[in-house]
């Protein structure tokens, strides 16, 4: 699904990103994990081409991603606020989005059905704009929204953070049910290592830029993590 | 503390982004800062000898007293529409061992240094200079200086009063102006003469210094109001909670014949009337449209200056596309990451842009056809503008748009906001208006202003038909700046 190679991304004299080799089977959620400055958002921003790689090249499913703009069609994602509109109400950006990735406005209330449990009321029909929401809301507009229009990749920074502890066991299930039933390929970084243990069936430890374990998830494994960020 | 306050301030100031980058503007502004005061200290010097020789029967003193109901009516005026109060980041103090007091008086403080307070000394100090070379009695003389100058605080704590009282509502202005307006119309239509009653009360408040307690007191007031208002709003749930308004969120049906373009399309218009910045561009409309009377009722354009129109023809029919075009891409830059990585084609972004813009001269168009009343050629002028703006000036200011790399903030006020604004900007202009004005002028000073009319004309059909392929080129330029766009929509301030 994804193959990355001899990819750096370099700024002025300073390495932020090498990694040599990196292939992703389609259907894979794959755990980023590293402290920071590790060059997990640089890797990600690298895969949906919002900075040019300064040698090597990443192909989403048989495309160059910085050689053309095919990789949309089947890409979701949500990194950060930036990918909010802040002056649409949650509705409108969902509209908007879908719109993009062909759905009809039907379709699109229909795919918001299930999600009614994440959004717990505070989020669909309150006549708000997205600026006005909690940071922890807009959150949930930007994930949901990286999952419309049955993508087959979905890349989501940080997705757990700033999320109350209910909504984050809601995700991980909605998340893992993504993976397991459309087949869909699921690109998170996250800082806490039991999330991503639980969600993600391989996991890959960056550090400093560099790919320094690689690892199929097991019980063992976040004992494995914790031993390896506390030496 | 307060010079810790101080020390603070003068960071932000000069380690502010915006310092750093546009020196230029500074400059600029320093020289209309320049220009002012040598205005004021010119009338000051100047003033009562011009008064004393255009009405040598007269008292000068008297008649610039009688005429500080104007002043008042002006500075209330201009304070209210631009004057802000210094608003300090304060967030930071409320949980800091500072008293909140002691904020509420360094900004009370701060506030009295602002240049609308500066400014009428640079006029009065010259003033009362001459007055005492003119041989008027010191005491007079002091005591003016000190009512004028206690009247100017007391009108800038006043503004601040309203501004604090009437930001949050819409209309907020509507009182202000309703007020001053039936304080002129019964002044201008001599029901009550403000002029010479404020003149009388000067001289008897200035003939003796006792008198000066009623502006002190007045003084006093308006800051106790002011003070106690800002102390009072110095909690986290009052000063810095955005007011949340409720939504009027409209589907706009009739955009879905534009096909795939729709959504950008629907997006623009919200981006334009839910944000204050791209809002009040549309404000800039109506004053784009007075431009005409200008011009229009003025011989020297008519007769003699005819070039001059075709700007003001490409100015009435464009001039929301100029103000709106020319900081595109930046109005999306703050989810421009985000636009980037969606499902679509930057074609599809940047023609629902070149339809909105043509959308808007043809409706400037349309709502220009009064013009037509100076006159058949203004009107044919204006369609041969329409069609030069939509073929040939709109793709211009969608190719000088890729060097945009300054996002703009939505939220901002208009008036006098130089943010985003850079080279582009500047050069654009020359092609969008000079350019027009030459096409125009060679035909028609060998042939005739028709001719001139209609060679605008055919170059905005030929720029209509040729649009797709110019379009694709400007995609390209686009596709290639994507990255620097990205990391400059990302960079703060």
Redesign the interface.
């Known amino acids: 699904m994804l193959q990355i190679n001899n990819l750096t991304k370099v700024y002025q004299d300073a390495t932020v990103l090498k990694i040599d080799e990196l292939n992703i089977k389609a259907g894979t959620s794959l755990g980023l994990v590293g402290n920071n400055g590790a060059g997990k958002t640089t890797l990600f921003n690298l895969i949906l081409d919002l900075i040019p790689p300064t040698t090597g090249h990443i192909i989403n499913q048989d495309i160059q991603v910085n050689k053309s703009e095919q990789w949309k069609n089947f890409t979701g994602s949500f990194i950060d606020e930036s990918f909010l509109i802040e002056y649409l109400t949650p509705e409108e950006y969902f509209c908007f989005v879908g719109e993009l990735r062909g759905m009809t406005r039907v379709n699109v209330s229909e795919f918001l059905k299930p999600f009614s449990e994440i959004f717990n009321g505070e989020i669909l029909g309150k006549k708000k704009y997205l600026r006005d929401l909690s940071k922890g809301n807009q959150k949930k507009v930007g994930i949901i929204a990286a999952l419309m229009g049955e993508p087959k990749m979905v890349i989501l920074d940080e997705p757990f953070a700033n999320l109350d502890p209910s909504t984050q066991i809601k995700l991980k299930k909605v998340l893992k049910g993504y993976t397991q039933n459309n087949n869909m390929t699921l690109l998170i970084s996250s800082h806490d290592l039991g999330h991503v243990t639980d969600v993600c069936d391989r996991i890959i430890v960056l550090e400093k830029g560099e790919l320094i374990k690689d690892i199929l998830t097991s019980s063992e494994t976040l004992n494995e993590l914790e031993h390896h960020f506390t030496s | 503390m307060n010079t810790n306050l101080i020390g603070l301030e003068w960071k932000q100031f000069f380690r502010s982004a915006a310092w750093q980058k546009s020196i230029g503007i500074k400059i600029l502004m320093g020289f209309l800062a320049l220009y002012f005061i040598l205005i004021f200290v010119g009338l000051g010097v100047g003033g009562f000898y011009i008064l004393k020789e255009q009405l040598p029967d007269q008292d000068p003193f008297v008649i610039i007293n009688n005429f500080m109901f104007y002043w008042i009516i002006a500075n209330i005026a201009i304070r209210f529409a631009l004057q802000k109060l210094p608003v300090m980041n304060a967030k930071p103090f409320l949980i800091l061992d500072i008293k909140k007091t002691k904020i509420a008086h360094y900004l009370l403080l701060r506030s009295t240094t602002s240049i609308f307070n500066i400014l009428p000394i640079f006029f009065m100090i010259p003033y009362c200079v001459v007055l005492l070379i003119e041989g008027y009695q010191a005491s007079v003389v002091i005591s003016w200086f000190m009512f004028m100058l206690m009247t100017t605080l007391i009108l800038s704590f006043s503004n601040f009063i309203n501004e604090i009282k009437t930001s949050d509502k819409d209309l907020s202005f509507l009182p202000t102006l309703i007020v001053l307006a039936t304080f002129m119309g019964l002044n201008n239509f001599g029901i009550v003469d403000f002029n010479s009653l404020l003149g009388y009360a000067i001289s008897v408040l200035t003939g003796s210094s006792i008198y000066l307690i009623v502006p002190l007191i007045l003084l006093s007031l308006s800051y106790y109001i002011l003070f106690n208002s800002l102390k009072g709003k110095m909690t986290l749930d009052d000063a810095f909670k ?1 007011e ?1 308004k ?4 409209s589907e706009m049906k009739w955009t879905s014949k534009f096909g795939d373009l ?2 950008f399309i ?2 623009d218009l ?2 334009i009337w ?2 204050k910045r791209p809002k009040s561009t549309l404000f800039i409309l109506v004053i784009g449209f007075a431009y005409g009377l200008i011009f229009y009722t003025n011989d020297t354009y008519m007769v003699d200056m005819k070039p001059m129109l075709v700007f003001v023809g490409i100015f009435i029919t464009g001039i929301f596309m100029i103000n709106f075009g020319q900081f595109i891409p930046a109005w999306d830059g ?5 636009l ?7 074609h599809q972004y940047l023609e629902a842009k070149l339809r909105l813009m043509t959308m808007s001269v043809v409706i400037s168009f349309i709502l220009s056809t009064p013009y037509v009343y100076f006159g058949w050629h203004i009107l044919w002028l204006h369609l041969a503008a329409m069609l030069y703006n939509i073929g040939v000036n709109s793709l211009v200011i969608l190719f000088f748009g890729s060097f945009n790399k300054k996002k703009i903030e ?1 939220d901002k006020k208009a008036a006098f906001n130089y943010q985003g604004t850079g080279a582009a900007q500047w050069l654009s202009s020359i092609p969008l208006m000079l350019a027009p004005i030459l096409l125009f002028y060679i035909p028609y000073k060998f042939i005739s202003f028709n001719a001139g009319i209609l060679t605008l004309a055919i170059l905005g059909i030929i720029g209509i038909v040729l649009n797709k392929i110019i379009l694709k080129a400007i995609v390209k330029r686009y596709k290639a700046s994507k ?1 620097k766009m ?2 400059g929509f ?1 960079q703060i301030g």
Do not use: T
């Not at chain 2, 409720?246 to 969120?249: F, G, L, P, T, Y």
């Not at chain 2, 703050?334 to 985000?338: D, H, I, L, P, V």
């Not at chain 2, 980037?340 to 930057?346: G, I």
């Open positions: 955005k949340v409720e939504v009027n969120a729709a959504p629907q997006l919200k981006l839910r944000n703050a989810y421009y990451k985000m980037m990585s969606q499902n679509f084609k930057y939505l990255y990205i990391a990302s």
